[in-house]
């Protein structure tokens, strides 16, 4: 496989990456009709690694107003746009400008390099409101760029979200309560995840706060898993409940369905 210039690594990095491209390897940037650009990337639709390919010129824009030597070269604000596709047809685009002296800055991309990540749990994004989900993949994000105190203070807040909700559903004054107490009422008023009990969650909830305090780089690596597991249980069990609460409905609407018909006979 050709990924000498557009690769993996290439298309998991932020926007306002730069890359410098060797005048020898220009080449590479340009699908022709024998040869296609192909990457092997995971594919958030398929949730496995998967071949993308953009195929030929017709599925690649170019904006160049010179040739491609003096574009790269010598020109800013000239535009190369890519449009790959897995084999189920699953696109994403990502767009190029020239610096000059063969430097691109990344400057677009679409769906965002976030969602191409392996780590993230679908269901859990369901389950997540807007700014959790934004928080939930910028975790996911700093820690897979060895951002690591970012990615549990990411993680931090998700969670503070969460108790949030749980807070809003209860008839208590919470006010002046300490965290510890807060989770233990929630826990009580089964607002929170029973699951974890409270002694879980502040367990959980110092070891985030410890990160964003106290812990290092090395220290926030080693806890990152587990602290997005436990996340993702609460929510796991949350989306189980509501799975099970509808089943009750509907069973119990057939089964008072059959009983009136019994009663008609
Ligand atoms: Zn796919």
Redesign the pocket.
Known sequence: MNDKIINEDLLLKAIGSEINVKSEDFEFLFPTYSKSIKVELY????KEK?IFKCSDVTTAGYYLSKSVNEALIVHNNELLIYDF??????SFKVSFETLGKGNLVKFGQYPSSMYFSKEINDNIIKELDESEKEYYLLSIKSKENNLNIASVVYLRRVFESLIEKAKNKSKTDFTGMKTKDIIKQLVKENLLNEMLKSTGYNVLYSLLSDGVHNLSEEECNEQFKLLKSAIEIILEDEIYKKQLEKRKIRIGSLLSNKNSEKEKN
């Open positions: 594919c958030p639709r398929c998967r596709s897995c084999e189920y047809n699953h």
